[in-house]
């Protein structure tokens, strides 16, 4: 079996993909050469890319140097012939991703360097876009390191440049995600149970499912540059859809435009991003069953719901509404608004506003929440500092944010911030899957400005309604169609309730018991006796950890709510190290204690919800055929009907 | 009038048109030490040492401007023996530099230039010490070396050369490997075959 074979039946282990690319690559390919010490080197661009004399020595000192920065991850620019890599390994250091931006240097080595050995522990990537899509699966409180040798930098200058950018935009989000995960689950978790008695009033927003196949939907964002062509919006209500982020709204009232649909998720109230006048009541919401529970008592024309796959509580109650569609998403309400439009059977859909970087010296269109915005640059620190005057707050603002970049409309850098580039690294990860799997859909972006979005088309608007409006469409008529005639399914919804609170109160009563072996553990570690006392103890508190875990099986949501405190924990352990042992028992006594305390608190916390949920649910009574009640001892319908067409 | 030692003794100097220099001066006691083997080396104004008085500024200054002139002289061997230990420093100093500036252009150190910068000038300087030293041998039939340094020149300016080329490429790699497995073996052996013995 000649290299090149011996190196792709490797990688077709690995990654099959990769090695059908190779196979079918027809172009030119590096000549591999022997280094003055038989290892494999190569020349590209008349550069050498490897010592000519040795290079695993200039290898292993290069994988000491990275090493002694201490990271988790090693992400290589360029995997050459693989001698760093091999180096890493050598040393003991597992977590390496490797992106080579050539296929003539992949396919050359492939067929000149025996690499069949790095292969099963080195991921190796030829596509960049695939890359970041595993630096985004990589947990965001690791420490990444980008690492380029020299002359893959000094050959690809301007991919280095976008692999470092993508690289930190990838890793902001993971870390944004793990902050929004931490800052909010729990608030997401109180508001929907206190939104389940406004949840059955409302159809879930897939009762529109294909109700508007081949229409086009325009979705609004409230980027600066929405003043460049907002008003062009006003010829296209009525033939098409207008979904408005709720930032948005505002801005484009002032522009004449009433959007059909405003779309809002957000854990606190928003009352000052509505209207109050006739224009609230001729849109209709599309609210997070997790959104505030202020914004459900909006006084708005129709309000319809989505439910968030991330949370078990709604995807083990989303059915009993009537609702399998669980939105994909980014971070922001236009994120989630794509995946409805496609979900709606809506084709071309149109982006204005969707700048995702800073305007000359603003966040938002005018119009809206932010009375006056100053938005300064400080390059040197790479920071960026917002000072605004928010329409309900007496004082102006202060904000400052680390400055990331991405790829402008007009292949410029724009300067963004972390949840922009977190959105932005979301629509092009949702236009790589929207291809493959539904190629019919065209997305355009005809935001007049900010971040190029891979993936989309980029026209202007004017030129995007010229080709695609069609005539006027009855869209209150289409919707009023669809939605008619759901409902909710209580009796199911209760018993889960229960279940719930059940299996909150056992929770609750194992998580005191731990605490209980805990402090008894404490104190026989203080008094000296620590080895047997604890071994019993440890035994028991296993015992007890099992029946809690038993219990928490009936509710996953459980283990959401507990996310800061996992988080937490996790930080702590990076910190004190695999090995623990002395006086840091005592330590690791009180993190265990600390997370069952947690536990605990977190049981006492919601069983009041959501006996109150229940309460609510229990007491309503059937409101136009949405709401079948039910009694909670039976925990099935009372009157034995089902809601059919789920 | 001025006063004029030569190592500690009192020298008679007549500045008849009172427009002499320094440099007439040095010029002047030079003439007179050659036959006896001997250089200035050191060179006292007005109770302050001149570390650079070699150069023009301090040569073609009128002599009537201080008042008290000491010089101390060194025998050519003295002198012989001082430039060879510092041809040996520029050799030690270039070699240690070459693993600094290999490493960091591996590395993309920042520091890789100011490295590659230092033994270029070493290079220079070792050159130029020792075909000064060569030359100074010859005239006065002193044996300072092994043998002759010339024939390291042609194999340096040959290495110097191909250095230039890889840094112009910006072949880094090369460029590394040039200095650490051709330059760095070549001053080794400059080293082991040039002296009588080593510092």
């Not at chain 1, 000052?272 to 914004?295: C, K, Q, W």
């Not at chain 2, 060569?134 to 300016?157: C, H, Q, W």
Request: charged fraction near 30%.
């Amino acid at each position: 079996m000649d290299l090149l074979e011996k190196n792709l039946e490797a990688l077709s282990a690995k990654n099959p993909a990769l090695a059908g690319l190779v196979r079918g690559y027809a172009g030119e390919r590096v000549t591999v050469e022997a280094a003055r010490n038989g290892l494999p080197t190569f020349k590209f661009s008349g550069r050498l890319f490897h010592s000519s004399y040795d290079p695993a020595r200039e290898a292993a000192s290069l994988a000491d140097e990275i090493l002694s920065r201490k990271p988790d991850w090693i992400l290589l620019f360029g995997l050459g012939c693989g001698h760093i890599a091999k180096a890493l390994l050598e040393r003991g250091f597992r977590n390496i991703l490797a992106y080579e931006p050539s296929m003539e240097i992949l396919a050359g080595v492939l067929a000149g360097a025996d690499i069949s050995g790095l292969v099963p522990d080195v991921e190796l990537f030829a596509d960049m876009d695939l890359f970041m899509d595993k630096v985004r699966d990589l947990d965001g409180m690791d420490d990444l390191l980008c690492y380029s040798s020299n002359p893959y930098k000094a050959v690809f200058p301007a991919c280095h440049a976008d692999f470092l950018n993508r690289v930190d935009n990838a890793h902001t989000t993971s870390q944004v995600n793990i902050k929004t995960d931490i800052d909010s689950r729990e608030a997401w978790i109180g508001n929907y149970f206190r939104n389940l008695r406004h949840l059955p009033e409302h159809a879930p927003i897939d009762a529109l499912r294909g109700a508007f196949k081949g229409f086009p939907l325009i979705i609004a964002g409230a980027g600066p540059s929405l003043k460049k062509n907002a008003h062009l919006l006003r010829e296209a209500k009525g033939k098409a859809v207008i979904i408005a982020a709720i930032t948005a709204y505002k801005p484009l009232l002032g522009f004449g435009v009433a959007p059909d649909f405003v779309i809002a998720a957000e854990k606190v109230d928003l009352p000052e991003y509505f209207a109050y006048d006739v224009n609230d009541r001729e849109t209709r919401l599309i609210l997070g069953e997790v959104s505030h529970p202020g914004m459900f008592t909006r006084d708005v024309k129709e309000k319809f719901v989505f439910f968030n796959g991330h949370m078990a509580l709604s995807r083990e109650h989303a059915g009993f509404f009537g609702s399998s569609f669980f939105p994909s998403m980014g971070g922001s309400v236009t994120t989630v608004a794509l995946d409805i439009g496609v979900m709606l059977g809506c084709s071309p859909i149109m982006f204005v506003g969707q700048d995702l970087c800073f305007g000359e010296n603003e966040t938002h269109a005018k119009g809206g929440v932010y009375v006056s915005q100053d938005v300064r640059y400080d390059r040197e620190k790479g920071e960026v500092v917002i000072e605004e005057d928010y329409v309900t707050l007496k004082e102006k603002a202060r904000s400052s944010f680390k400055l990331l970049w991405l790829k402008g409309v007009d292949g410029r850098p724009v300067p963004s911030k972390y949840d922009w580039v977190t959105f932005h690294q979301w629509f092009e990860n949702y236009m790589r899957t929207l291809r493959k799997d539904s190629p019919g859909v065209k997305v355009i972006n005809s935001t007049e400005g900010g971040a190029y979005i891979e993936g989309m088309e980029h026209i202007p608007l004017r030129d995007a309604l010229d080709r695609h409006l069609g005539g006027p469409v009855d869209l209150d008529e289409r919707i009023e169609r669809a939605s008619s005639g759901r409902g909710a399914d209580i009796p199911s919804l209760l018993a889960s309730l229960v279940s719930m609170r059940n299996a909150l109160k056992e929770m609750r009563r194992s998580a005191e018991s731990i605490l209980e072996e805990v402090r008894r553990i404490k104190r026989s570690v203080g008094d000296g006796s620590a080895a047997a006392e604890a071994v019993k103890r440890a035994g028991r508190i296993k015992k007890i950890e099992e029946v809690l875990f038993r219990s928490a099986e009936k509710s996953p949501f459980i283990w959401e709510s507990l996310s800061a405190a996992t988080h937490g924990l996790k930080a702590y352990l990076r910190e004190s190290g695999a090995d623990v042992r002395g006086p840091e028992v005592m330590k690791e006594i009180e993190a265990v204690s600390a997370a069952y305390r947690d536990v605990a608190e977190m049981c006492l916390r919601h069983i009041p919800t959501v006996n109150m949920a229940a309460e609510e649910l229990r007491s309503r009574k059937s409101t136009g055929g949405r709401v079948i009640e039910a009694t909670e001892n039976k925990g099935d319908c009372r009157d034995g009907r089902r809601l059919s067409g789920r | 009038m001025v006063d004029v030692y030569l190592d500690g003794s009192r020298l008679e100097f007549e500045d008849a048109g009172n427009d002499s220099t320094i440099g007439d001066l040095i010029s002047a006691v030079e003439r007179d030490l050659t036959c006896h083997r001997r250089f200035v080396m050191e060179l006292w104004v007005d109770g302050h040492r001149l570390p650079e008085w070699r150069e023009g500024v301090v040569l073609s200054k009128p002599l009537s401007g201080h008042s008290d002139y000491k010089l101390n002289t060194a025998s050519m061997e003295e002198v012989a023996l001082e430039g060879l230990d510092l041809l040996q420093e520029y050799i030690r100093l270039t070699k240690d530099n070459v693993p600094l500036c290999a490493g960091a252009l591996r590395s993309g150190g920042a520091n890789a230039d100011a490295a590659f910068a230092s033994i270029f000038e070493g290079l220079v300087e070792i050159v130029r010490t020792a075909d000064a030293l060569a030359r100074s041998g010859e005239k006065y039939n002193m044996d300072l070396f092994t043998e002759n340094p010339a024939v390291f020149f042609g194999p340096i300016l040959k290495s110097l050369e191909d250095i230039k080329d890889a840094k112009d490429a910006g072949d880094t790699v090369l460029l590394a490997d040039l200095l650490e497995y051709e330059l760095l073996p070549f001053l080794d052996e400059m080293e082991e075959k040039l002296f009588h013995f080593n510092a």
